[in-house]
């Protein structure tokens, strides 16, 4: 069955349809990383996209239940070069085509996903439909054009949870690192701005009893539940669209230390006066090189994120901890006096290279007066 992908710009890619039968619009974006593929699907930060893989074969060790960030897949679209329809792992459940199709998310395959690429990187990020059963590529494109944009919708509230959950999960033993202080528990609350599993994992692993609660959640709330840490979590669109939480955010910065990654990084940098701004293409994959500004070790992230607090905006207390080496954009900021601690990349990982993993042991001695 044909497929076709619409940009708003007017530019068109035909392809073979996968995945669900059915017509789709988002904001069309591309990752590097070669693996991890379920991992993006279900990451609820790309709510609102259509996701293109820039690795020329995508599905080959197919799909397993161990790999989901989330109970669903998110993203709006899936944009592969070559989709393998014949799994070849043990841990395979099923294949990625039954995969999307069970959970009504359509795919194209067989385009020029590096032609798609290199326009995104010259004309930025734009709105886009991909569909399997229009075939007007007119109505395709005005459809795109009519589509609303990132900062028209609250993506964070069709991601987040609808009441307090308790998370106690570790990761596989074969992962887990020893608390290096003796192993008193401290209560972190954790708002779910489309929080990813594996930070969960890794925060219950680093001596936390996490209480997960809504993004809407009022500081009195939150405060309610006696925390001795708080965590702002990852999630999808605009950073500016959910003012209610930048509001609460500002009312808990310096009564409880706070950690901070992705769309958690920028809520805590609106909450503290600062700006964010849209970048051209954004940053997702898990290759984009890192510099830790405190010692000059450079880290290989995992990112997932469209816009990027401006550095100057920041107070004068705040200090810029990291920073991309591609494009010198703020990657971190700690502020002593506020304790306050958020990096814009993912050092839990899931999908990605490890190198940033201690960042958890970093919050932890922060909080333990280490």
Not at 64 to 82: C, K, M, P
Not at 103 to 126: C, N, Q, V, Y
Not at 148 to 153: I, S
Request: with cysteine.
């Amino acid at each position: 069955m044909e497929a076709k992908l619409a940009l708003e710009d007017g530019r068109i890619f035909r392809g073979r349809a996968f995945g669900a039968v059915g017509e789709v619009t988002g904001e069309i974006v591309f990752n590097t990383s070669m693996t991890g593929y379920q991992e993006v699907l279900t990451d609820p930060s790309y709510h609102g996209q259509i996701v293109a893989m820039t690795c020329p074969e995508i599905g080959n060790y197919g799909t397993n239940v161990q790999d989901q960030e989330s109970d669903d897949a998110h993203v709006e679209g899936f944009v592969v070069r070559e989709v393998s329809v014949l799994p070849s792992n043990w841990r395979a459940n099923q294949g990625l085509p039954q995969y999307l199709r069970e959970r009504g998310i359509p795919g194209i395959s067989e385009i020029d996903t590096r032609a798609l690429t290199r326009h995104i990187r010259s004309r930025g990020a734009m709105r886009a439909v991909l569909s399997s059963v229009v075939r007007d590529e007119a109505s395709l494109v005005k459809r795109a054009q009519e589509s609303p944009h990132l900062h028209d919708q609250d993506l964070v509230q069709d991601v987040t949870c609808d009441r307090v959950v308790d998370w106690a999960e570790p990761r596989p033993t074969r992962w887990r690192t020893a608390l290096d202080d003796g192993g008193v528990r401290r209560r972190c609350v954790a708002f779910d701005f489309g929080i990813k599993r594996n930070i969960l994992r890794l925060l219950h692993e680093h001596g936390f009893d996490v209480s997960v609660v809504p993004a809407s959640t009022s500081h009195e709330d939150v405060l309610g539940l006696k925390p001795d840490v708080l965590f702002l979590s990852n999630g999808p669109g605009d950073p500016a669209v959910p003012d209610y939480a930048i509001r609460t955010v500002s009312e808990l910065i310096g009564k409880v230390p706070l950690f901070g990654i992705c769309l958690g990084h920028q809520i805590a940098a609106l909450a503290m006066g600062a700006t964010t701004f849209k970048l051209k293409f954004g940053h997702r994959g898990a290759n984009h090189p890192v510099q830790d500004l405190r010692t000059g070790r450079v880290a290989v992230t995992s990112q997932n994120h469209g816009y990027a607090v401006d550095p100057d905006s920041l107070p004068k207390d705040v200090e810029v901890t990291h920073i991309n080496l591609n494009d010198q954009t703020c990657e971190g900021y700690r502020s002593e006096e506020r304790r306050v601690f958020a990096v814009q990349y993912h050092p839990e990982s899931s999908p990605g290279p490890h190198d940033s993993i201690d960042l958890f042991g970093e919050f932890r001695a922060m909080v333990s007066g280490g």
